[in-house]
């Protein structure tokens, strides 16, 4: 009688494992983002967070490094959720593949503003926090530079002809939050109205001043 062959074993299927581990990083991202908001730099603490969050210390510190990588987190999590950088949100954009100049414009504002006025409440937060922390000052360097590039990208896309020569700096400059922050806390402007302004502000930015000329 021939012995019957053990049942192939079923390779190990670790994506359940990631997903839920990404699950609790992001969880613990908008924790800690809420409790930035509140207390500031200074009076949030990574034990502060885990005991919001319901998980272990070491668990915050393993996944996000220290202080400094779970701010960065929390401030990317409170306006891009799940991606990890602005880099990855735009490149989910595929701005390139919109039909004409106009509509590119048209989707890279509705995606500006979907960024930056969540980002508000925390951009004092970075401020203080990028002062006293060299790991967290390093990464908002690095955020700024991935900022610059996209700016570079989209003027290209966005532009008719040759673009204005400082065309890429004022789109940096346009599309920070704390631009947004500004008209929303110093003249009562709504998200709105924000961008209706950006809008016209961007499109102005590329043309130069020779584009209301005949």
């Not at 930056?116 to 937060?125: D, E, F, I, K, T």
Request: charged share 25%.
């Amino acid at each position: 009688m021939e012995e019957e062959a053990a049942p192939a074993r079923r390779p190990y299927d670790a994506s359940g494992r990631r997903a839920a581990a990404e699950r609790r990083r992001l969880h613990v991202a908008q924790v800690a983002a809420g409790l930035f908001a509140e207390r500031g730099w200074g009076g949030t603490t990574i034990a502060q967070v885990a005991e919001e969050a319901g998980v272990s210390v070491e668990l915050v510190t393993k996944t996000f490094g220290g202080k400094a990588g779970l701010f960065l987190d929390a401030f990317v999590s409170a306006s891009l959720g799940s991606r990890s950088g602005l880099q990855e949100a735009y490149a989910e954009l595929r701005l390139a593949e919109v039909p004409g100049p106009e509509d590119r414009l048209d989707r890279f504002v509705e995606f500006v503003c979907g960024l930056v006025v969540p980002m508000g409440p925390l951009l004092s937060v970075l401020s203080n926090g990028a002062e006293q922390d060299p790991a967290l000052r390093d990464m908002a360097r690095v955020a700024q530079l991935s900022h610059l590039l996209v700016c570079e990208d989209v003027v290209r896309l966005v532009a008719t002809g040759a673009p204005a020569p400082d065309a890429v700096d004022e789109f940096y400059v346009l599309t920070r939050a704390e631009t947004w922050l500004t008209f929303a806390q110093h003249r009562d402007w709504t998200p709105e109205r924000y961008a209706a302004w950006l809008r016209r502000a961007l499109r102005a930015a590329v043309d130069g001043p020779a584009s209301g000329r005949d």
